[in-house]
């Protein structure tokens, strides 16, 4: 199995601050790699695919870089929305695996 | 609009089984691969398993192999989770969801683009 390892597992942060999440793959996965955003019981949301790509209607405040086994995501200026619990997902094997998720709360 | 349903949860004893069903709406439902993702209480997520649009492709977490069987009735736009030898660690809220696949220079990615809104599986006695 690949493991998807995301740091920090929280994070306190501020409205408008610049908020940078890590996720590192335990082998090569080129650019197969996901990100979720997911608010309490409430079903995750996809915002970045293929390390770089923007969802659709995802305000651009988010973006994600990254390739091989080192990604990151970036939220530019937080926004009070932005609080909830984000997660990276490999797509490169057919076992696909998430990481353990980052928790960004309100400083 | 584009929309999944789950439903079939429910509370079951260990060993027992369980069959949820995902009611898909808004989008040609043959045309794309779809997934079954779980969140035990309080943890992350975790991807269960994955069907292709018709069937041929078909792939399980090692948590799962063996005792859940993916499958889908395209005719009914329906895809389905039957759960066998269910233990108290399968307990957990799942989600179905859509899988995008997008062609860029020459390769395909795939992502989870539409999600349903989740069914509570509780393993207990």
């Known amino acids: 199995d690949i493991q998807m390892t995301q740091s920090p597992s929280s994070l306190s942060a501020s409205v408008g601050d610049r908020v940078t999440i890590t996720c590192r793959a335990s082998?090569?996965?080129?650019?197969?790699l996901n990100w979720y955003q997911q608010k309490p019981g409430k079903a995750p949301k996809l915002l970045i695919y293929a390390a770089s790509s923007l969802q659709s209607g995802v305000p651009s405040r988010f973006s994600g870089s990254g390739s091989g086994t080192d990604f990151t995501l970036t939220i530019s200026s937080l926004q009070p929305e932005d609080f909830a619990t984000y997660y990276c997902q490999q797509s490169y094997s057919t076992q696909s695996t998430f990481g353990q998720g980052t928790k960004l709360e309100i400083k | 609009e584009v929309q999944l349903v789950e439903s079939g949860g429910g509370l079951v004893k260990p060993g027992g089984s369980l069959r949820l069903s995902c009611a898909a709406s808004g989008f040609t439902f043959s045309s794309y691969s779809m997934n079954w993702v779980r969140q035990a209480p309080g943890k992350g997520l975790e991807w269960v398993s994955s069907?292709?649009?018709?069937?041929?492709?078909?792939y399980y977490a090692d948590s799962v192999k063996g005792r859940f069987t993916i499958s889908r009735d395209n005719a009914k736009n329906s895809l389905y989770l039957q759960m066998n030898s269910l233990r108290a660690e399968d307990t957990a809220v799942y989600y179905c969801?859509?899988?995008?696949?997008?062609?860029?220079?020459?390769?395909?990615?795939?992502?989870?683009?539409?999600w349903g809104k989740g069914t509570t599986v509780t393993v207990s006695s």
């Open positions: 082998q090569s996965i080129s650019s197969y």
């Open positions: 969801a859509r899988v995008f696949e997008w062609l860029r220079e020459s390769y395909y990615y795939y992502y989870m683009d539409v």
């Open positions: 069907i292709s649009s018709s069937s041929s492709y078909i």
